[in-house]
């Protein structure tokens, strides 16, 4: 099979120039998050890809360990940018030291691409199929990695950029981490021979020509109405700002004739014994108001004590829940912003965040009840995470009919975090084949429906009220029904077979 490059790029491949490949695979990595923002562009990611494959091809595996390194680095510095306004801006970090640690966990969590690249230079055998198969499999592991180990930071990780591409058509079976390991293997293939390379084309052709399927059948509609307040992070808790806001989302939240007003993350961003010495009266209201029937309310605000400690909750409240209200409590906190690793207290002390060490909620909670609905929400980051949200449909009864999505990103300003997490959301309704209602605090709030489509959303950064109609839906994906009992582990038992196959090839050749 003739190579991807010829002739002064293949050569160059072949000399010891690895830092201009190492500079230009960075600044690839950097380019091809373009598509997490602007989705029309998804076959960016498969051609970088396909850069770094056939140039690790032909390196040694310290130097391929090298090249997937500043792939890496420079995809996830350009993909996730956007904390160093957190540290900085809001958390009150130095911006020397707050851009040096964004560097830091792009380098950090870019050395699972480093290993993933040095294997597959060292266990390719030059057949187009069985490398293409090889680099898929070492590109799996890498990101399963990155998606899992230490709480996991799976942003931006590569299926996502498929979302509007022909590949999105099999979220509903594999998954993020599927559709990213097949736009590997087709990235691999376009890197390899002009016979290869047909065969990906096609495969992209006749997956943009399969109709979206439906596994999942509908269970009635639901009208909904989503708050944004858009309240500027750093005036969140400021004390002269909080009675106007905590004004304007009780009388958003009470004047609603909506089946449903959801309110986002921290909302009401007062603990309850703080909001009784600063409103007097205030949740009461609230509780009174949604205790009269066909009026219900998920709304975001911390619960607990310094001494049972404290919560990053959502609160239900309906005529049903009056006695008790409904409450869900964030299970998969945010390092440094929720939770402090050990060893780090120094860190989250020297930024500004209020309430920085949160309690777990459970993995699998209840649904809220609303009109014969169930509705099952998440907070902030927590819908990048399918595979926990999929533990809720291992019981097709009581799975969820629509998933609400809580979220604060105030905390990075006007960026590519907005539609980079609108993007996510639109792949958890694919996986799921649930709508998402998103209730944001700056944007972007939205309704998703089952087939990851957004048919309602406001303007970010500006404060309104999203009414419209959400159906539900019954059934369970084949995604929903794997991941709900066996989680990531098909991925990484398959994957890890690739290259423990290839490994004992390898060996046995000598």
Not at 393 to 410: E, Q
Request: aromatic share 10%; glycine share 8%; with cysteine.
């Amino acid at each position: 099979m003739r190579p991807l490059f010829r002739g002064a790029a293949a050569s160059a491949a072949a000399r010891p120039n690895t830092l201009a490949w190492a500079l230009l695979l960075a600044v690839l990595g950097a380019l091809q998050t373009l598509a997490f923002v602007q989705t029309a562009a998804w076959p960016l990611p498969l051609l970088a890809a396909a850069v770094l494959a056939a140039v690790v091809a032909r390196a040694t595996p310290g130097r391929a360990a090298l090249l997937g390194w500043s792939f890496g680095t420079g995809w996830l510095t350009a993909g996730t940018w956007w904390l160093f306004i957190s540290m900085h801006r809001y958390g009150a970090i130095p911006a020397p030291l707050a851009a040096a640690a964004v560097c830091l966990l792009a380098a950090v969590l870019s050395l699972y691409l480093a290993l993933a690249m040095a294997a597959f230079a060292r266990w390719r055998i030059g057949r187009s199929a069985a490398d293409a198969l090889l680099f898929s499999a070492v590109w799996t592991l890498a990101e399963l990695a990155r998606g899992l180990l230490f709480t996991g930071f799976p942003w931006a990780a590569s299926g996502y950029a498929q979302v509007d591409g022909p590949l999105a058509v099999l979220l509903p079976w594999v998954g993020v981490y599927g559709v990213g390991a097949l736009a590997a293997a087709l990235a691999a293939a376009l890197a390899a021979g002009w016979a290869a390379r047909g065969v990906a084309v096609a495969v992209l052709g006749i997956a943009a020509l399969l109709p979206a399927p439906d596994f999942t059948r509908a269970a009635g509609t639901l009208d909904v109405a989503l708050l944004q307040p858009n309240v500027a992070q750093d005036e969140k808790f400021a004390a002269d700002r909080m009675p106007e806001t905590l004004a304007w989302v009780a009388r958003a939240l009470t004047t609603s004739d909506a089946a449903l007003v959801i309110a986002p993350e921290t909302a009401v961003p007062l603990l309850p014994d703080q909001l009784e010495d600063f409103a007097p009266g205030y949740w009461a209201a609230l509780v009174a108001h949604f205790t009269q029937p066909d009026r219900a309310a998920l709304v975001g605000v911390p619960l607990g004590s310094y001494s049972v400690g404290y919560t990053n909750s959502v609160v239900g409240l309906s005529g049903a829940t009056a006695a008790q209200p409904y409450r869900y409590d964030k299970h998969h906190l945010v390092p440094f912003g929720e939770f402090i690793p050990p060893g780090f207290r120094w860190f989250t002390d020297a930024m500004n965040i209020p309430l920085g060490d949160f309690n777990r909620g459970p993995l699998v909670a209840p649904s809220f009840a609303v009109a014969g609905q169930r509705i099952a929400p998440n907070i902030c980051y927590e819908d990048l995470f399918g595979e926990e949200l999929a533990r809720r449909f291992r019981d097709p009864a009581t799975a969820p009919t629509m998933l609400a999505n809580v979220s604060n990103i105030g905390w990075f300003g006007d960026t590519a975090a907005v539609p980079q997490h609108l993007a996510i959301s639109r792949v958890r309704s694919l996986e799921l084949q649930r709508p998402m209602l998103r209730a944001t605090n700056t944007g972007a709030t939205a309704v998703v429906d089952h087939h990851g489509r957004v048919t309602a959303q406001l303007a970010p950064f500006t404060r309104d009220v999203l009414r419209a109609q959400a159906e539900g839906r019954d059934g369970v994906t084949p995604f929903a029904w794997w991941a709900a009992r066996a989680g990531l582990w098909p991925l990484l038992v398959l994957a890890g077979a690739v290259v423990l196959w290839r490994a004992l090839v390898s060996a046995r050749r000598g």
